[in-house]
């Protein structure tokens, strides 16, 4: 004889309903809140299992070489030769000696090569981390050294990135230790000048540093897959980090003037004791050194072997910036035109309007895209349904778009 359904009673824990909490009847059987977010959890944890061993076996990875992997970034980033050279030398010998490890128990422990990028923004520094780790398909994600603070403070701990990276590889855990982690500003949380000092705590400065070190390192973090703050009765997923090559940045302002003043030289004059130093690109003799001046701690500067710089671009990269990568972003709106039927052109005016008035802002390669968006707003609107075929973007109405929207933000 079949059993009775009892109504208001989960048939799982026999609790009784109650106003406060959920309660889920069905046909047959009723389910109360706690029981649901158990059975929530038991499945979360299964497929990530599930996916930990369908993981990225390292046989299966491409390796890129050096030379290959720097012509491949040209495809996508225009200049910054210097810093692309250093990049692939250090990509590859980090994933050369996770082979290595993989393969046989080397007696040389080779240490990891995390990278720290400076450089003026639009540079290109957030654009050649990503294409590199596109390159190699690898999960890949970005975080802003802005929003870590200390543990216990308002803010995210250092930790919360594992998260991102973790959701990056589709929670498979195998595949997100081989991962690349792009930390942005890590300018911002340099400690705070001692000529300075300030009476609060710097929960966001230092203390985000020291942090950063054990991370960086490569240490056995347990992870909350859905992101937030840690607590006693959160799930986790261990992470570990020895293998996660990370890649940092940040403006660095006035980091010319400190490199200057090690090498007793003036960034606008001449050198006082050598004729070799290049005044006009000094920013090329960066150094571990000039980092720990600034304000980031040298145990931080120690895990972060490799440092190189991007230049400001010039008129001629920008330009090049616009019509030349792949992805170009001249060649990103004649695609969207051409999906409705229609030839768009632009003159060589227009582009070097362009150009001129994202120099004029300083806003470096991020600034075309908003410039271009205020030029073809009103012809992506209009476009699709004008019966229009061929379409050329000229100096005048570039400059026409472009003042107009100005104007209506100012008023």
Known sequence: MAKEKRKGICNFCGEFSSLDKLFFEGIDAAICENCVTHAHEIITEFNQQKAAESSLDFQDFVLIKPQELKEKLDEYVIGQDEAKKVI?????????????????????????????????????????????????????CIADATVFTEAGYVGEDVESILTRLLQAADYNVKKAEMGIVFIDEIDKIARKSMANPSITRDVSGEGVQQSLLKLLEGTVVNVPPQGGRKHPEQKFVTVDTKNILFIASGAFNDMDKIIAERMNTNVIGYNTKRNVIDNKNIMQYISAQDLKTFGLIPELCGRFPVVTYLNALDRDALKRILVEPKNALIKQYIHLLHLDGIALTFSNDALDYIVDKAIELKLGARGLRS???????????????????????SKKYAQEKFESSIFEFLK
Do not use: C, W
Not at 90 to 96: F, I, L, Q, S
Not at 106 to 124: A, Q, R, Y
Not at 371 to 393: F, H, R, V
């Open 88 to 140: 692939a030398v250090a990509v590859y010998n980090h994933y050369k000696r996770i082979s290595s490890k993989k393969k046989a128990k080397d007696e040389v422990d080779i240490e990891k090569s995390n990278i720290i990028l400076v450089g003026e923004t639009g540079t290109g520094k957030t654009l050649i981390a990503q294409t590199i780790a596109k390159l190699l398909d690898l999960p890949f």
């Open 371 to 393: 410039i271009i968006e205020k030029i073809m707003t009103d012809l992506m609107y209009e476009a699709p349904t004008s019966g229009k075929k061929k379409i050329n973007i």
